[in-house]
């Protein structure tokens, strides 16, 4: 039980438990099938992830710059949900970006943990 991340693009694993992918975009090539639910709210936003994919924005600005994006009452309700979830079962949470540590799926990780943000 708990929270795992991974590429959408890898092989599904039976461990992988619940398959969320939390992107805005749905990943080219990628068929519906490949998960189990799709989180947008919970995707980094367009007008965010353009300059961090561009080195245009540090990490420290784009996590507090994400973590402001979900204040959202829709991106709040998805959280808790996923807390709830991963209390019974694992959930994984599943990006298309290829370098995971410029993924913001340690941010989400981290937050639906309870984890500190000095916990980087």
């Known amino acids: 039980m708990g929270i795992r991340v991974k590429r959408v693009?890898?092989?599904p694993e039976p461990d992988d438990g619940l398959r969320v992918l939390?992107?805005?975009?749905w990943p080219r090539g990628v068929p519906k099938t490949a998960v189990d639910r799709w989180y947008r709210a919970l995707g980094v936003p367009p007008r965010l992830l353009a300059p961090w994919l561009?080195?245009?924005i540090d990490a420290e600005a784009f996590e507090q710059a994400y973590l402001q994006a979900l204040q959202t009452e829709e991106a709040q309700s998805l959280l808790q949900e996923l807390r709830r979830l991963a209390r019974s079962q694992t959930v994984t949470l599943l990006t298309s970006v290829r370098e995971m540590e410029r993924?913001?799926?340690?941010i989400l990780e981290r937050?639906?943990?309870?984890?500190?943000e000095a916990d980087r």
């Open 22 to 25: 939390v992107t805005y975009y």
């Open 54 to 56: 561009q080195d245009a």
């Open 111 to 116: 937050l639906l943990e309870g984890r500190p």
């Open 103 to 106: 993924s913001h799926l340690r």
């Open 9 to 11: 693009y890898d092989p």
